[in-house]
Structure formats: structure tokens, C-alpha cells
């Protein structure tokens, strides 16, 4: 396989991995902000009870969406790879630290928040491959 086709193969494999992380945090985001009194106490059994907390749960979905912009920009536009790259690696590495955090402060939640945590660390980690291919790529440090 000729050079431009290796690197070709590359930004395909980036691509897809962006839209899959994209896909994937909508339904997640929805769930914490879109009504949160419903899918968190049927989820977590989570009392959303407060303007405050709905405000916040809500915050944390435009957080998350706004996230879902910028690795679909990254999946499309090639200058925005890199930075759609480490977006991708700091929010997921960053989540599962925390609940690593919470696991070891706290216990063992709930089952889904266990696989979000897995998910999490896989996710960032293959970000971090793919940024440092990227980066190899365009001959940068």
C-alpha cells in the first residue's frame, strides 16, 4: 500500500472513530438534560427535584452536545482533526478519572456508570493513539 493510501486509511479510521464518540454521547446527553426528573430517577434513581440541579444536568448536556459539534467537525473537516482528537481524549479521560475517583471514595454505582467508566477509558486512550498518529502525520511534535 502506496503512502497517500496508508495515510488515507488513517483518516478513515479517525473519521469513523469521531462520528462513533459523536453517535454515542447524543443519547447520553439527551438523558442527563432533555428532562432530567424523568431519565435520571429512572436510570440511577436520581430525585431531580430543583430548578437548580435540572439547570445544571441541563448544562451538562450542552456541554456534551457542544462536545458532539466538535467531533463532527474533526470527522469532516481535516484541519480540525488534531483538536477534535484531543477534545475527544481530555473529556473522556477526564470523566473516567473522576469516577475512578468516586469508585474509590464512594463505591461501586450503578452497573451502567461501571461500563460508562470502561467506555470512557477505552475511548480516550485510542484518542490519544489516534492524535499521536495524526500528529505523525503532519509532522508535528
Same mark, same amino acid.
Given at each position: 500500500m502506496?503512502?497517500?493510501?496508508?495515510?488515507m486509511n488513517k483518516s478513515m479510521k479517525?473519521?469513523?472513530f469521531l462520528i462513533f464518540c459523536a453517535v454515542g454521547l447524543v443519547p447520553i446527553a439527551l438523558g442527563y438534560g432533555a428532562k432530567p426528573s424523568l431519565t435520571l430517577d429512572a436510570l440511577f434513581g436520581i430525585n431531580v427535584d430543583t430548578i437548580n440541579l435540572t439547570h445544571i444536568m441541563r448544562a451538562v448536556m450542552g456541554l456534551y452536545l457542544g462536545?458532539?459539534? =466538535?467531533?463532527?467537525?474533526?470527522?469532516?473537516?481535516k484541519s480540525m482533526?488534531?483538536?477534535?482528537?484531543? +477534545?475527544?481524549? /481530555?473529556?473522556?479521560?477526564?470523566?473516567? /478519572?473522576?469516577r475512578i475517583l468516586s469508585f474509590v471514595m464512594d463505591g461501586l454505582p450503578h452497573w451502567l456508570l461501571i461500563v460508562y467508566a /470502561? =467506555?470512557?477509558? +477505552?475511548?480516550?486512550? /485510542?484518542?490519544?493513539h489516534l492524535l499521536r498518529q495524526h500528529r505523525a502525520e503532519v509532522g508535528a511534535p
Amino acid at each position: 500500500m502506496n503512502k497517500s493510501m496508508k495515510i488515507m486509511n488513517k483518516s478513515m479510521k479517525t473519521r469513523a472513530f469521531l462520528i462513533f464518540c459523536a453517535v454515542g454521547l447524543v443519547p447520553i446527553a439527551l438523558g442527563y438534560g432533555a428532562k432530567p426528573s424523568l431519565t435520571l430517577d429512572a436510570l440511577f434513581g436520581i430525585n431531580v427535584d430543583t430548578i437548580n440541579l435540572t439547570h445544571i444536568m441541563r448544562a451538562v448536556m450542552g456541554l456534551y452536545l457542544g462536545m458532539v459539534m =466538535l467531533w463532527l467537525l474533526g470527522a469532516f473537516r481535516k484541519s480540525m482533526e488534531g483538536p477534535a482528537l484531543v +477534545a475527544c481524549a /481530555v473529556f473522556m479521560l477526564g470523566l473516567a /478519572v473522576g469516577r475512578i475517583l468516586s469508585f474509590v471514595m464512594d463505591g461501586l454505582p450503578h452497573w451502567l456508570l461501571i461500563v460508562y467508566a /470502561v =467506555l470512557e477509558i +477505552a475511548l480516550g486512550l /485510542v484518542a490519544v493513539h489516534l492524535l499521536r498518529q495524526h500528529r505523525a502525520e503532519v509532522g508535528a511534535p
